[in-house]
């Protein structure tokens, strides 16, 4: 077998190029995303992002006069880069006399397992560990009242969060199955709010799926991020490997506009057509893997095969509101199991580590087909396409953004 495909694998654990090949009479077509091969920023480019924010005074400014700062991050389960852009957020604060005792990161993980040491050294690094305390969020206890939106949604947010009079936030901006494009005010909803807020804004009717300016989801947590006083957001977009290729810093609805303006032709990627099969890898999000099922719609109408590669070796995200919880319970929101498309004849998981479990975020179907060797996966593809196939391959699958 000639034709081979290369795609990312492992996020957080060294990450690395996984080489797959495809028969020789199979034709593939790559849909990357647009900006896929950019280069990562430098430190140089991070810190000027840092120091000209948008539609703000500088963190330096910003700081003087304050007692308490917290800066959030995202959770393990987002691929930013927090360690290369944290320093510089640090040397502002020092800049305005804040001192290191006064400073604590907080992981926005909403309603995800809490992260352990080993997570927050991947994203923080070993010298922040070393200087600040870390902290989870709790979603079920020690959050305050702040307010309630103009869509009637009550807003708690972490307690110690509340406690600072600085509050900074550092997150990315991608593709998402509910809010059109992460960030903004989600850092605060659901990143660091009670679980009934965040069923509550999660519930919210969307009119317009697909449409950023009108996401009601969206435009509620800007709202609550506002009660809850964020002063800043950094945030950026991230090339194939999740690196840092541009970086907003600001206001958090001035910055995050501009942030998702750049995402979205950034991550566009190119829609197959008509294709007996579709391989999407899973890498930025690989433990939310089943967001590449939206590009299933590559296949033909009259049905194909769908192989999803997934190789968590952290398995599928723990979801408090969401996640499957044993045969027959899950969390409050009934948003999963989701169904197989009914043009998919088989979905293949692909994976080189089995996790029987994480099958609950999909619904029980003979189609449905675990497999952990990739020639296994192959044989069975050519039983069901004797005479060759058309094949799409998404790199980045787990963040759809189709043109």
């Known amino acids: 077998m000639a034709n081979i495909i290369k795609l990312p694998q492992q996020s957080w654990y060294e990450p690395r190029e996984l080489e797959l090949p495809l028969p020789d009479n199979w034709q593939f077509e790559v849909c990357n995303m647009a900006g896929y091969n950019r280069p990562a920023l430098s430190d140089d480019q991070i810190k000027a992002a840092i120091t000209n924010p948008i539609g703000s005074p500088r963190i330096r400014d910003m700081a003087r006069g304050k007692k308490e700062v917290v800066i959030i991050f995202d959770d393990i389960h987002r691929v930013t880069r927090v360690a290369k852009i944290a320093p510089f957020v640090i040397e502002e604060l020092a800049e305005a006399g804040i001192p290191d005792s006064n400073i604590r990161f907080i992981a926005a993980t909403a309603n995800h397992g809490a992260m352990n040491r080993i997570d927050f050294a991947k994203k923080l690094g070993e010298a922040i560990m070393a200087r600040f305390p870390i902290y989870n969020h709790n979603p079920y206890e020690n959050c305050t009242y702040v307010g ?4 009637g949604t009550k807003v708690s947010i972490n307690t110690e969060v509340m406690n600072c009079d600085l509050k900074i936030a550092i997150n990315s901006t991608q593709p998402h199955i509910t809010h059109v494009f992460s960030g903004g005010g989600k850092i605060i909803v659901p ?24 996401n009601e989801l969206r435009l509620d947590a800007d709202e609550a991020a506002k009660l809850a006083g964020l002063d800043m957001v950094i945030e950026g977009v991230y090339n194939l490997w999740g690196e840092t290729v541009a970086l907003f810093a600001g206001e958090p609805v001035a910055a995050h506009t501009a942030s998702v303006q750049e995402a979205k ?6 829609r197959a057509k008509d ?21 299933a719609v590559s296949l033909s109408e009259k049905g194909g095969d769908f192989v999803l590669i997934c190789n968590a070796i952290q398995g599928q995200v723990v979801h408090y509101l969401v996640g ?15 169904p197989v498309p009914p043009h998919v004849n088989h979905l293949i998981l692909y994976t080189e ?29 050519q039983a069901f396409h004797k005479d060759g196939a058309s094949v799409a391959v998404y790199p980045n699958g787990d963040i759809p953004c189709l043109s």
Do not use: C
């Not at 029987?356 to 449905?368: N, T």
């Open 148 to 151: 309630t939106t103009s869509r």
């Open 191 to 214: 990143g660091v709010a009670s679980i009934d807020t965040t069923f509550a804004n999660h519930t919210l009717q969307i009119s317009e799926k697909g449409n950023y300016e009108t």
């Open 265 to 270: 032709s950034h991550y566009l990627m190119p």
């Open 275 to 295: 294709k007996d099969i579709v391989i999407a890898n899973s890498y930025t999000k690989v433990t939310e893997s089943v967001a590449a099922l939206s590009t």
């Open 324 to 338: 499957p919880w044993g045969k027959t319970i899950q969390g409050r929101m009934e948003l999963f199991p989701l």
């Open 353 to 381: 580590y089995p996790d029987i479990a994480s099958h609950g975020y999909l619904e029980k179907s003979d189609k449905v087909m675990p497999m952990s060797n990739w020639d296994e996966v192959i044989r069975k593809l």
